[in-house]
């Protein structure tokens, strides 16, 4: 069985852009959940998507959106990227819900 | 509000003994309790959860227990070896309907030959 994807591994922008992450979950899992880490505030939850439908979100600004597609696949944004939005993104995946959830290996974005 | 406190925050232990992480919760909500593995360059590994309707579980030689009345969770491996070392995290689900979870601080587990 295949293990959570994410795409692409590293990314390189500068501020003012925007980036779009791409997360493959375990087949059949239906719930992604996201989190930004980073040596100073550790692993923080953005937010998790169950049937497309956001379930619940950290305490991150607007700038920072996901969306969750009908095969469980899922997208997250960053607009207008700031230098501390240099982080590894994780995805995780679960059945039903972040119980037993399935890291990714990250992408790797950093912000110049 | 939420929060999850981890110690220590580094730890080195001789190849053989064993080692204790420990954390508290602040959400009585709280019913979910994985423990991860972090090793460099790669995503956090589930390595042992527990529920709040169960005091202890062990797996070989990883156990943890928790006790719900002091919202404190701990980690315990024994007979420690070299491919310990990692980066430890704990986690608590937050609310009744567990689509949340927030992580511990991490561990930095050294396992002296």
């Known amino acids: 069985k295949a293990g959570v994807t994410q795409t692409p591994r590293y990314l390189i922008k500068t501020r003012g852009q925007q980036v779009t992450l791409s997360c493959s979950p375990i087949?059949?899992?239906?719930?992604v959940s996201w989190y930004q880490q980073t040596p100073g505030q550790g692993l923080q939850f953005l937010f998790e998507?169950?049937?497309?439908?956001?379930?619940n979100k950290g305490n991150f600004p607007g700038r920072f959106s996901g969306r969750q597609f009908s095969n469980s696949r899922s997208e997250m944004n960053v607009s207008t990227l700031e230098l501390g939005d240099s982080a590894l993104y994780l995805c995780?995946?679960?059945?039903?819900?972040?119980?037993?959830?399935?890291f990714g290996p990250g992408t790797r974005l950093t912000v110049l | 509000g939420e929060n999850v406190e981890q110690h220590p925050s580094t730890l080195s232990v001789q190849e053989g003994d064993s080692a204790v992480i420990k954390c508290t919760y602040s959400?009585?909500?709280?019913?979910?309790f994985p423990w991860y593995k972090q090793e460099l360059g790669k995503g956090p590994q589930l390595i042992i959860d527990?529920?709040?309707?169960?005091g202890e579980k062990k797996d070989q030689r990883i156990a943890v227990t928790l006790n719900k009345t002091a919202k404190h969770f701990s980690l315990h491996i024994t007979e420690t070896q070299p491919e310990d070392s990692a980066v430890y995290f704990c986690?608590?689900?937050?609310?009744?309907?567990?689509?949340?979870?927030?992580f511990g601080s991490g561990t930095r587990l050294s396992i002296r030959p």
């Open positions: 527990i529920r709040s309707n169960v």
């Open positions: 959400d009585s909500a709280s019913n979910y």
């Open positions: 995780a995946s679960s059945l039903s819900g972040p119980n037993e959830q399935f």
């Open positions: 998507y169950f049937s497309e439908t956001q379930r």
């Open positions: 986690a608590a689900s937050m609310g009744s309907s567990a689509s949340k979870i927030i």
């Open positions: 087949s059949g899992h239906r719930s």
